[in-house]
């Protein structure tokens, strides 16, 4: 797809053998206007799908002076990529009413290259879209440098009404297959609490046979189902790793969701290690700078396994201008990840 679009700015003859970004650099080094645009554009995605930052690209690169040439004038996120953990965005709050094209553009221009996209909200990726709208969707993706993580849906498996935990189910697989259509790799669900009047353990129990199906269905879509720690009691981390002892889906993953409840007894150190084993691709953050949560050990502990998956960002705040307040964001991150290397 990268070298395709190359093709179309004529960067690259038609045809023309392209293997490496190294051959790419030495031929963009004295690009400029909108062709340079689209190398760098193209390149901060090679970067980011790559786990590579600027400083390994020109290291590694053969042509390092082109690619310095094409880095002079990048926007300041791409300088600055880390490799390893990457920020996305969630569309809560912040995007909650940009229709799918703003979104990505704003995504774009922010440097918050991936996206979950929470249901309900403006850009109207539902399961009422066509066949062919779900293309569309998953073209628009394709012809940007944003990726679509998956989808936030609301789906829970709690209720002690049978009725409603199956209708539940069924339409998480209907969003499955939504997911598979626009291009994500997975969902996103949760539990949503523990009824008092039903024994706790008989809920648990409930929760994970509901997402071990959810979780088989999701498999032959190639999809994740990413279970966010979350609900009034069901958050605690001791009760999400009683629902994944009983989970028997690999591609059922943990969703970290920096709750307060991280923190009680034995600790966020103790609580994280206790069901590393089940994280997938996906955390979930609140501004980095805003509240008490210990943002920087969560992150060092993330380092410590490798962790190379998505940090993405579902704001809370109001903040007057929210292109401005993402790029901030995204500087505190950068600087997070770069104060536990």
């Known amino acids: 797809m990268l070298f395709q679009k190359l093709y179309k700015t004529k960067l690259l003859k038609n045809n023309e053998p392209i293997s490496t970004l190294e051959s790419l650099s030495r031929k963009a080094g004295g690009v400029k206007g909108d062709v340079k645009y689209e190398v760098q554009k193209h390149l901060i995605t090679y970067l980011m799908k790559n786990n590579l930052s600027r400083r390994d690209f020109v290291q590694k690169s053969l042509a390092a002076g082109a690619a310095l040439a094409i880095f002079k004038n990048l926007p300041e996120f791409a300088k600055h990529a880390p490799a390893g953990m990457k920020l996305g965005f969630v569309t809560y709050q912040w995007g909650r009413d940009w229709d799918l094209p703003t979104l990505i553009a704003n995504c774009e221009k922010t440097g918050l290259l991936g996206v979950e996209?929470?249901?309900?909200?403006?850009?109207?990726?539902?399961?009422?879209?066509?066949?062919?709208?779900?293309?569309?969707?998953?073209?628009?993706?394709?012809?940007?440098?944003?990726?679509?993580?998956?989808?936030?849906?609301?789906?829970?498996?709690?209720?002690?009404?049978?009725?409603?935990?199956?209708?539940?189910?069924?339409?998480?697989?209907?969003?499955?297959?939504?997911?598979?259509?626009?291009?994500?790799?997975?969902?996103?669900?949760?539990?949503?609490?523990?009824?008092?009047?039903?024994?706790?353990?008989?809920?648990?129990?409930?929760?994970?046979?509901?997402?071990?199906?959810?979780?088989?269905?999701?498999?032959?879509?190639?999809?994740?189902?990413?279970?966010?720690?979350?609900?009034?009691?069901?958050?605690?981390?001791?009760?999400?790793?009683?629902?994944?002892?009983?989970?028997?889906?690999?591609?059922?993953?943990?969703?970290w969701n920096c709750n307060d409840q991280d923190l009680l007894p034995p600790g966020l150190e103790a609580n994280f290690n206790s069901v590393k084993k089940y994280f997938g691709d996906t955390v979930h953050i609140r501004e980095l700078n805003e509240g008490n949560y210990p943002y920087q050990q969560l992150f060092d502990l993330f380092n410590g396994m490798k962790y190379k998956g998505w940090i993405i960002l579902e704001a809370r705040t109001e903040p007057v201008d929210r292109i401005a307040a993402m790029k901030e964001q995204l500087g505190l991150f950068n600087k997070m990840i770069v104060n536990n290397k």
Do not use: W
């Open 117 to 255: 996209l929470r249901t309900g909200h403006a850009h109207k990726v539902e399961t009422n879209l066509t066949a062919l709208q779900r293309a569309e969707v998953k073209k628009r993706f394709a012809d940007s440098t944003v990726t679509c993580i998956g989808y936030g849906a609301n789906f829970e498996y709690h209720s002690p009404d049978p009725k409603v935990l199956r209708e539940n189910i069924e339409q998480t697989k209907e969003y499955i297959k939504l997911c598979k259509d626009i291009g994500a790799t997975g969902i996103k669900v949760k539990p949503n609490g523990i009824p008092p009047e039903v024994p706790r353990e008989k809920t648990i129990a409930q929760i994970a046979a509901s997402l071990s199906e959810c979780g088989k269905f999701a498999k032959d879509y190639g999809q994740l189902v990413r279970v966010e720690c979350h609900g009034n009691i069901s958050q605690e981390i001791p009760n999400m790793k009683a629902i994944f002892d009983q989970i028997t889906e690999k591609n059922v993953r943990m969703c």
